[in-house]
């Protein structure tokens, strides 16, 4: 398959270098928080490479880092008051259903910054014996950019006019601070630190990445991923740190996803158009769609998310369960119909010349919608035959490998988060009409509380207990008291 390669500026075919296994990095969440959809469409689209590689034949080694300690870690703990390690545990957990929820595939290592200290350090003191990091008198360490002539060659950066020595030690910097960066920082007093042969510190965000992506995919490999925002400095610190020990190409190919904006303007709290995944599951939106919705434009295209787009995209996700469905179940004539055989074979090799052409998922949808719609004709007139059925079906399972929509586990993951609104007091953000689809407005409560009520009063205690029961499986909780009755939701 042909992919834009960030590094050559140039759509560059991805192989694997060993002949056997792509070995891909893609950095992962920082678990500092839920995941929002910008986020996640990051993840998606790197999930629909590795199944496409896969479904295409090329097996994949892909690993993910979770990054468990950072600046932003240490502040939210603090201010939590918890352990790092008890802090992003919760939020760690959360990653992986959203995941689940969305259906993308696990890469087959995930590495935890925290268990890897001792990785990263031996890369700071390789880096120091290559004269490419110092200390300083706080004990902190530092690459040396000068050390480096090749930095920038990701970001395309111009570093002429660049102060020697001048330091950045903040984890996330803007573009005009190319300076000496944090490999590794002094312990704080307070702060989570590892007592280690460089110092007491903990590591800087980009050391993590260098150091876990050579332990498990060797000091040079086939592709690195992430979101755009990461080819500087995240990406070309990661390159700088492990090209001045290995000299070597650390990464062949860098893939990058362009970002998610709302309503065509930046995603961001203040500005009330922030969405984690959760938030457009309470407002009754299903996973399947949103899956749908993040994948369905080019990672290399601004992606500007609607939700008349959602809508969109539930409705697309419909048309191809009622439509297999329809397949499935219907009875057909022995035989073949030319024109549908055709009409399959183009579109099974349509969608794979999209998807092989820098992973262009809105070209390769098209044809399969075409084919539905030919085949929804043919079935209306009695020209759709059971060998046609079997080679639509051989086509849509083969897409929906990579597509992933069709099989309908919305509602279990609806459940779940609803299940989830409850556990963490946030019923109040749940969309009426999801409450109403689940039997549980506060309305409906009321109104089987009052009965309930009457029916005591009528002595009526059998049909009491019942409404009792209903709600108790429902997880509302009656209580009788001396001033009424109340409820709650468990
Ligand atoms: P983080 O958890 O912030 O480290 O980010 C995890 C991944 O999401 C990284 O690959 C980021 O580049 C990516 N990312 C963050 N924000 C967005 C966004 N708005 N659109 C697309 N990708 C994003
Ligand atoms: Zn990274």
């Known amino acids: 398959m042909r992919l834009f390669n960030t590094l050559t500026g140039q759509m560059d075919t991805l192989t694997p270098a060993d002949g056997e296994a792509l070995r891909m990095y893609a950095c992962g969440p920082t678990v500092y928080d839920y995941g929002h959809i910008g986020n996640f469409r990051t993840f998606l689209q790197v999930d629909v490479l590795r199944r496409f590689l896969k479904l295409t034949g090329t097996k994949v080694r892909h690993v993910m880092n979770v990054t468990d300690v950072d600046d932003k870690i240490i502040r939210n703990a ?24 969305l259906r993308i595939e696990r890469p087959e290592i995930i590495a935890r910054a925290t268990e890897h200290i001792p990785q990263m350090v031996e890369l700071v003191q390789r880096l120091a014996k290559a004269g490419a990091a110092y200390q300083t008198e706080d004990g902190s360490w530092y690459f040396r950019l000068a050390a480096f002539p090749d ?14 020595g001048a330091r950045v030690d903040v984890d996330e910097y803007e573009k005009d601070s190319a300076r000496d960066f944090a490999l590794w920082k002094a312990a704080k007093p307070g702060e989570t630190s590892w007592d280690t042969a460089i110092g007491r510190g903990r590591p800087g965000w980009h050391l993590e990445c260098s150091a876990m992506a050579m332990e498990y995919l060797g000091e040079s490999f086939d592709l690195h991923a992430g979101g755009e925002d990461l080819i500087f400095p995240h990406h070309e610190n990661e390159i700088a740190q492990s090209e001045s020990v290995t000299h070597k190409m650390f990464a062949r190919h860098w893939m990058h996803v362009r970002f998610l904006l709302v309503d065509g303007r930046k995603m961001s709290k203040s500005e009330g158009n922030f969405y984690t995944l959760r938030d457009l599951l309470l407002k009754g939106y299903k996973a399947s769609a949103i899956r749908l919705a993040l994948i369905s434009v080019p990672y290399r ?15 697309a996700v419909d048309r191809l369960r009622t439509f297999r469905k329809r397949l499935v179940e219907g009875s057909f004539a022995e035989g073949e119909n030319p ?11 349509e969608y794979i010349a999209a998807l092989a052409n820098d992973l262009n998922t809105a070209e390769a949808r098209a044809p399969i919608f075409e084919l539905l719609r030919a085949a929804n004709t043919a079935m209306d007139q009695g020209q759709l035959k059971a060998g046609d059925r079997d080679a639509i079906l051989k086509v849509l399972t083969s897409f929906d490998g990579v597509f992933d929509v069709m099989e309908d586990r919305d509602a279990e993951v609806t459940r779940k988060a609803l299940e989830w609104a409850e556990q963490t007091d946030r019923m109040g953000q749940v969309a009426t009409e999801l ?10 409560i009321d109104a089987l509380v009052t ?40």
């Open 78 to 101: 603090a201010a939590a008051g918890m352990t790092i390690g008890a802090y992003t545990a919760g939020f760690e957990q959360a990653f992986f259903e959203d995941l689940d929820a």
């Open 151 to 164: 930095y920038g060659k990701l970001s395309k950066k111009d570093l002429s006019g660049m102060e020697d």
């Open 301 to 315: 295209h601004q992606f500007n998310f609607t939700f008349d787009g959602l809508v969109e995209a539930t409705n």
């Open 339 to 349: 024109a549908l055989q055709e009409a399959a074979k183009n579109a099974q090799e």
């Open 435 to 444: 409450l109403v689809r689940q039997g549980l407005t506060d309305e409906a």
């Open 451 to 490: 009965e309930r009520t009457e029916a005591k009063k009528q002595r009526n205690f059998a049909r009491a207990d019942q409404i009792r029961n209903e709600l108790a499986d429902k997880g509302v909780v009656i209580e009788d008291s001396k001033d009424g009755v109340r409820w709650k939701r468990k």
